[in-house]
């Protein structure tokens, strides 16, 4: 009989709707007294045995479920970095996700963020649908099934849950996804399945442990037959004293501590190495024991002899003098994930893993972002300088985002030598959603500029209110000083009065007695004006305006949501003292 390995589960969702909680309920559900302390310890992954499983869960041998499954690898998620950290080669490291979801809240931003990446992964999901207790009235009977517990809730508490519940039915419809309530569910491979839980009063992670049981069983025991060669991931890399160990899943396959492996960096090169320690996690607790030998899928400490940086996220296999066929697979790897995100105009992306960045890149697709260039590390020199030829393509593009990365010091002395006024912009985070948002908003307000400034250059709207105690010459040319009451004040423009008569054209323009090229809104200035006298034409005159031809005018009608709201004033204007001389 084939072997099978323990599936791999990973439980996420947005920050304090319980996931935490949820997680040390399937842990502390049967962990010895003893070690309790350590369960609150920050724990990457734990091992579940089937033993355990079965006495946390009753209701599988009272539901007649014969176990094949070995237990249960489960993963912590600690942000979205190490989430998105967990990738292979064509998929999702995890073969099934717990996504938790306060009952009362429902989805926010980041649960979306997280269903977009389980949706790209192609990952199967159930939901807990956590904080049952904190409806209002919720009386929590463990003695009975968790589907009698909710029929037999007060009428009031009853319609609460069924508003908050059918709420989330119609956002994850949304999302493209059909759910239920579990025990309503004839067909798991049609619609995602709805545990009710409450990680304060341990109702329903019975049930929650007999779903992932289930499901396991029937839909994953195919994808779990346990191969020869061993492959994995490296998770995060820890400093401990003066020691790097790496935290990685071996979720193929048999790794001995005599094995050589190779780990892909950035670019899809092989790093080799020889593995000093072998550790792996215990089950149950967040103790590491050493090992000789261990068998996937499972959670692993790993000292190596290489000096080598090792990169968060990116894969490993045995290595056996077969160097070439590795590099090919690893480059495969890395380059798959960009090729088919990447445009021929668009932004920079960066992030600090291959998982990290393909999330980013699916996510800048969705917003109809394009990238140009993507690459996995810190921002660096020759980044800049691909968002400094973007400027001359197109200034929307003139941007770096950088996901749980940051520029390293090469970056930040080039961008400073551009000048505070430069138009690069770089924009990094830690919570991609936030990250995009931000990135969209930062590039709509610049599409809104480099549209008005096509349309200013086109014409200028101004109006202008004369300063009659500033009158410093009376001809040849007119010098006088103007306040800008709406839009921008430049040279060469020609000024026209209230009764729609020419009054000449603007030459010089000076600020505090400096000379400037334009004016705006708000601005005091001192104005010369050629071919006009101040006496004849302007003593008992208010306000000037710019003269504007009808095909401007009609440019600025039809994008009136590019200018101020008193451009727009100004605009009405002008244009009720043009029909007064042409009411067409």
Same mark, same amino acid.
């Given at each position: 009989?084939?072997?099978?390995?323990?599936?791999?589960?990973?439980?996420?969702?947005?920050?304090?709707?319980?996931?935490?909680?949820?997680?040390?309920?399937?842990?502390?559900?049967?962990?010895?007294?003893?070690?309790?302390?350590?369960?609150?310890?920050?724990?990457?992954?734990?091992?579940?045995?089937?033993?355990?499983?079965?006495?946390?869960?009753?209701?599988?041998?009272?539901?007649?479920?014969?176990?094949?499954?070995?237990?249960?690898?489960?993963?912590?998620?600690?942000?979205?970095?190490?989430?998105?950290?967990?990738?292979?080669?064509?998929?999702?490291?995890?073969?099934?996700?717990?996504?938790?979801?306060?009952?009362?809240?429902?989805?926010?931003?980041?649960?979306?963020?997280?269903?977009?990446?389980?949706?790209?992964?192609?990952?199967?999901?159930?939901?807990?649908?956590?904080?049952?207790?904190?409806?209002?009235?919720?009386?929590?009977?463990?003695?009975?099934?968790?589907?009698?517990?909710?029929?037999?809730?007060?009428?009031?508490?009853?319609?609460?849950?069924?508003?908050?519940?059918?709420?989330?039915?119609?956002?994850?419809?949304?999302?493209?996804?059909?759910?239920?309530?579990?025990?309503?569910?004839?067909?798991?491979?049609?619609?995602?399945?709805?545990?009710?839980?409450?990680?304060?009063?341990?109702?329903?992670?019975?049930?929650?442990?007999?779903?992932?049981?289930?499901?396991?069983?029937?839909?994953?025991?195919?994808?779990?037959?346990?191969?020869?060669?061993?492959?994995?991931?490296?998770?995060?890399?820890?400093?401990?004293?003066?020691?790097?160990?790496?935290?990685?899943?071996?979720?193929?396959?048999?790794?001995?501590?005599?094995?050589?492996?190779?780990?892909?960096?950035?670019?899809?090169?092989?790093?080799? *190495? #020889? @593995?000093? =320690? $072998?550790?792996?996690?215990?089950?149950?607790?967040?103790?590491?024991?050493?090992? +000789?030998?261990? /068998?996937?899928?499972?959670?692993?400490?790993?000292?190596?002899?290489?000096?080598?940086?090792?990169?968060?996220?990116?894969?490993?296999?045995?290595?056996?003098?077969?160097?070439?066929?590795?590099?090919?697979?690893?480059?495969?790897?890395?380059?798959?994930?960009?090729?088919?995100?990447?445009?021929?105009?668009?932004?920079?992306?960066?992030?600090?893993?291959?998982?990290?960045?393909?999330?980013?890149?699916?996510?800048?697709?969705?917003?109809?972002?394009?990238?140009?260039?993507?690459?996995?590390?810190?921002?660096?020199?020759?980044?800049?300088?691909?968002?400094?030829?973007?400027?001359?393509?197109?200034?929307?593009?003139?941007?770096?985002?950088?996901?749980?990365?940051?520029?390293?010091?090469?970056?930040?002395?080039?961008?400073?030598?551009?000048?505070?006024? *430069? #138009? @690069?912009? =770089? $924009?990094?985070?830690?919570?991609?959603?936030?990250?995009?948002?931000?990135?969209? +908003?930062?590039? /709509?307000?610049?599409?809104?500029?480099?549209?008005?400034?096509?349309?200013?250059?086109?014409?200028?709207?101004?109006?202008?209110?004369?300063?009659?105690?500033?009158?410093?010459?009376?001809?040849?040319?007119?010098?006088?000083?103007?306040?800008?009451?709406?839009?921008?004040?430049?040279?060469?423009?020609?000024?026209?009065?209230?009764?729609?008569?020419?009054?000449?054209?603007?030459?010089?323009?000076?600020?505090?007695?400096?000379?400037?090229?334009?004016?705006?809104?708000?601005?005091?200035?001192?104005?010369?004006?050629?071919?006009?006298?101040?006496?004849?034409?302007?003593?008992?005159?208010?306000?000037?305006?710019?003269?504007?031809?009808?095909?401007?005018?009609?440019?600025?009608?039809?994008?009136?949501?590019?200018?101020?709201?008193?451009?727009?004033?100004?605009?009405?204007?002008?244009?009720?003292?043009?029909?007064?001389?042409?009411?067409?």
């Amino acid at each position: 009989m084939t072997k099978i390995r323990q599936p791999i589960v990973t439980v996420c969702g947005h920050v304090d709707h319980g996931k935490t909680s949820i997680l040390d309920c399937l842990r502390g559900s049967c962990i010895q007294k003893q070690e309790a302390g350590g369960i609150t310890q920050k724990i990457s992954f734990t091992l579940y045995p089937t033993t355990q499983l079965k006495q946390a869960c009753p209701l599988i041998e009272s539901s007649g479920i014969k176990l094949n499954i070995p237990g249960f690898l489960l993963i912590d998620t600690p942000g979205h970095a190490a989430f998105t950290n967990l990738r292979k080669r064509g998929g999702s490291l995890a073969d099934l996700a717990v996504l938790v979801i306060d009952i009362t809240e429902g989805i926010k931003p980041q649960t979306a963020e997280v269903i977009q990446i389980l949706k790209l992964n192609k990952t199967p999901f159930i939901i807990a649908l956590n904080k049952i207790d904190k409806i209002s009235g919720w009386r929590t009977d463990k003695e009975i099934s968790l589907k009698q517990s909710i029929e037999s809730q007060a009428q009031h508490v009853q319609q609460r849950f069924q508003e908050l519940y059918m709420t989330l039915i119609g956002s994850l419809n949304s999302h493209g996804f059909d759910a239920d309530l579990f025990y309503n569910i004839k067909d798991f491979t049609q619609k995602i399945a709805l545990i009710p839980t409450s990680a304060e009063t341990k109702q329903g992670i019975p049930e929650l442990i007999m779903m992932l049981c289930g499901l396991s069983q029937k839909y994953l025991e195919n994808k779990l037959k346990l191969g020869k060669e061993a492959k994995g991931v490296v998770l995060e890399v820890k400093k401990e004293k003066s020691m790097n160990y790496a935290e990685a899943i071996l979720y193929d396959g048999t790794l001995s501590k005599k094995d050589e492996i190779a780990i892909s960096d950035f670019q899809g090169n092989p790093i080799i *190495s #020889k @593995i000093r =320690i $072998l550790e792996e996690i215990q089950p149950l607790c967040a103790r590491f024991a050493p090992k +000789e030998k261990v /068998e996937a899928s499972t959670g692993l400490r790993l000292q190596l002899i290489t000096k080598e940086e090792i990169p968060a996220g990116m894969p490993f296999v045995i290595y056996k003098n077969n160097l070439e066929e590795i590099k090919k697979e690893f480059k495969k790897q890395v380059s798959e994930t960009l090729s088919s995100f990447l445009s021929k105009q668009g932004i920079i992306a960066k992030a600090d893993s291959l998982g990290s960045l393909e999330a980013l890149l699916v996510l800048l697709k969705q917003s109809n972002i394009p990238v140009l260039k993507a690459g996995i590390g810190k921002i660096n020199k020759t980044d800049i300088i691909s968002a400094k030829a973007n400027l001359d393509i197109n200034e929307l593009d003139a941007l770096i985002v950088g996901f749980n990365v940051e520029p390293n010091q090469e970056a930040k002395e080039l961008l400073a030598s551009y000048g505070e006024k *430069s #138009k @690069i912009k =770089i $924009l990094t985070g830690e919570v991609i959603y936030k990250l995009i948002e931000d990135l969209a +908003e930062i590039r /709509e307000k610049r599409k809104r500029e480099i549209e008005k400034q096509r349309i200013m250059a086109l014409s200028t709207i101004a109006k202008i209110e004369i300063l009659h105690e500033y009158v410093f010459r009376n001809t040849n040319p007119t010098i006088f000083g103007v306040r800008i009451i709406a839009g921008k004040l430049k040279q060469n423009l020609m000024l026209i009065n209230k009764q729609g008569e020419k009054v000449g054209k603007t030459k010089a323009i000076q600020l505090d007695k400096k000379p400037v090229e334009e004016a705006t809104e708000g601005q005091e200035v001192a104005l010369s004006v050629s071919g006009t006298n101040y006496e004849r034409q302007l003593k008992d005159k208010k306000y000037l305006y710019t003269d504007l031809g009808e095909s401007a005018f009609k440019e600025f009608k039809e994008n009136k949501d590019l200018l101020t709201e008193t451009e727009k004033k100004a605009l009405a204007e002008i244009a009720d003292i043009k029909r007064k001389l042409n009411p067409d």
